[in-house]
């Protein structure tokens, strides 16, 4: 096998090579059982293994109280702007929403479709460049949650401590789930495109406190119900096997690397990395603020767009793939999810001072 | 490698060894470039190129007319029971709906979630053993369209030509896409969830005429709206890259193997080798009527339930697997579809002579 680039792309993203590995093996002979993985039937034994596996490990890296459900599902993040909505406001109700980039943007949009929905704060105005405190907003008394993002991919900030609200919380976890511990016990519903940090394209992991199934009016399609898939174990219908099975894979790997707590200093010591290089220099400059840097998405620019698409290139050209930031804002942007590993950044940050050098 | 065991389930189901054993390299090594498919923006160049290849493949060897789009989605074809009635119906208005078995039920039952299904047909009394002629039943004259399912995996039955009908046709294709020629100009919409005859669990294949495409009421979530998917080259969202992958290497296999016309031809060999071993004794008898014969699923039955059961498990043994029957009816049934090797058939036979002469 040559030599791996580094893969700094968004998402998808990097996933760790012993997945990739024990993937290649299973997909053509699963377990020596002469039948490839994406072969077998959702309900044989062995995957219905590989299912509960996934299930479990979730559940132990992630502390998952015992009365909230996890369901594998299908639609990606977008679907669960919908979802949410359906199934926990319906129409009249409302939720509040915090507008900090272009998914919470997207997942307002819906909610306003199906139900109602408050924007409590919107940092739109700066270019999405900061997340709010707590005491920048307030949430409406009749909202039944508050919606926020997390991490907000595009624009490089992040919640660096959850929102407190005595309302319960719902959240777009889809770019830093698993990369540091939470307390489930303040949310509602929490979701993620697995595409990121845990997995393939095509799987999204929602956790939902089971008290929150009954809400669902009776107009929503059986697929699009939360209960549905809950009351089956996501087995409702086929899911989708294969992201479920490397959602599994990266969870061992994962459990085996110290678990989300490790994985948050590691992600720490990363982005400390690059933000150092960004600040030691007026050639390069980030675009959130400090206090709502993200240490999954690292966005910077540089003096001009011309060398911004010269450094793309030629970092490109030495195996630093995907630094070209999203179209929206433009500029560059470093995606180090957990599986980035920490040598591709350090070469990263040695590639930008020689940049600058010639420059 | 291991013997590959002949692998009989209704779906997920068996694969071109030639697709697994492409995917294994690709899955760690996308062309040599040192990065794994499964961790490439869908929005690179090189996945462009995977889902371009893929559509085309479709359209090629379906002969899809250049007016209907072709999509690539999640969710499977359980969602599209749904999607077909948001897009296509909406409130007030009216689809028919032939009954022939669980999955065209459940279909109605969502189509009458979100407007009204005129069931024109079923077959429930009758343990769904046939599928009805042209002049069984007839279509209300303010019904959209006409649905129904070409093959239904359970029972063991198939349209062996499909219905006439002055209204558009929508059909479920899931169990017999790929499996023969279709003269897509009939229909409005064809959906296929990919696990059967085309891919892994987690895509599913829409092919949806353009005209269809300003249906959709207001009302219905972004994501639920085919025009989102179409305008966007199925692009909107991250879609189910693996999946659209796979999808493209079976089409690939497909074409190097004469396309969806040989393969009828393979498929109705195969099928006569296990009906002809059915008819020949009265040890074995086909749940479907002879007019209605599927030749991708062929149910069975033997004299009693434990013959059944001792039917499967010897089959098990021998490295003949997924014979059960499904829950709902019992006995037995061997799926054989396009990727299904002749050789496993003729095998198949074999044993069926054998158990009834040691029985």
Redesign the interface.
């Known amino acids: 096998?040559?030599?791996?680039?580094y893969?700094f792309?968004?998402?998808?993203?990097?996933?760790p090579?012993d997945v990739?590995?024990q993937?290649?093996?299973d997909?053509?002979?699963f377990n020596?059982?002469?039948?490839?993985l994406?072969?077998?039937?959702?309900r044989?034994k062995e995957f219905m293994a590989v299912a509960e596996e996934a299930e479990s490990l979730v559940r132990e890296l992630l502390n998952i109280p015992s009365n909230y459900k996890i369901l594998f599902l299908?639609?990606?993040?977008?679907?669960q702007?919908?979802m949410v909505p359906?199934n926990l406001l319906g129409p009249g109700k409302k939720g509040s929403y915090l507008n900090t980039g272009t998914w919470a943007k997207?997942a307002i949009?819906?909610a306003n479709?199906?139900a109602s929905a408050h924007v409590a704060y919107s940092s739109e105005e700066s270019t999405f460049n900061h997340v709010p405190g707590d005491s920048d907003y307030s949430v409406d008394s009749d909202s039944e949650y508050l919606y926020f993002v997390s991490n907000n991919t595009i624009y490089g900030t992040q919640f660096q401590s959850m929102p407190k609200s005595d309302k319960m919380l719902v959240c777009d976890m889809s770019s830093d789930i698993m990369s540091r511990p939470f307390d489930m016990n303040q949310f509602g519903l929490v979701f993620a495109?697995a595409?990121k940090n845990i997995g393939?394209?095509?799987?999204t992991l929602v956790i939902v406190r089971d008290d929150l199934l009954d809400r669902t009016p009776?107009?929503?399609?059986?697929?699009?119900r939360y209960n549905t898939h809950a009351d089956k174990g996501s087995m409702?219908?086929?899911?989708?096997?294969?992201?479920i099975y490397?959602i599994g894979l990266v969870c061992k790997w994962l459990k085996k690397n110290g678990g989300v707590t490790a994985m948050e200093k590691i992600n720490k010591e990363k982005a400390a990395l690059l933000y150092q290089a960004i600040d030691s220099t007026d050639f390069y400059r980030g675009h959130a603020q400090k206090s709502s840097r993200s240490l999954m998405n690292v966005t910077f620019n540089l003096p001009t767009p011309e060398l911004e698409a010269r450094f793309v290139a030629e970092a490109s050209a030495k195996?630093f793939?995907?630094l070209k930031g999203h179209r929206s804002i433009g500029g560059c942007r470093a995606s180090i999810y957990n599986a980035f590993p920490q040598q591709g950044v350090v070469d990263l940050v040695d590639f930008m001072k020689e940049f600058e050098k010639n420059a």
């Open positions: 096998m040559p030599e791996r680039i893969n792309s968004p998402g998808p993203a990097t996933l090579v990739l590995a993937a290649a093996k997909i053509v002979n020596d059982k002469g039948i490839g994406i072969e077998m039937s959702h044989s299908q639609g990606g993040a977008s679907s702007f919908a359906m997207k949009k819906e479709i199906i495109g595409q393939p394209a095509g799987g009776d107009t929503v399609p059986t697929m699009f409702f219908n086929t899911p989708p096997c294969f992201a490397i195996g793939d995907g």
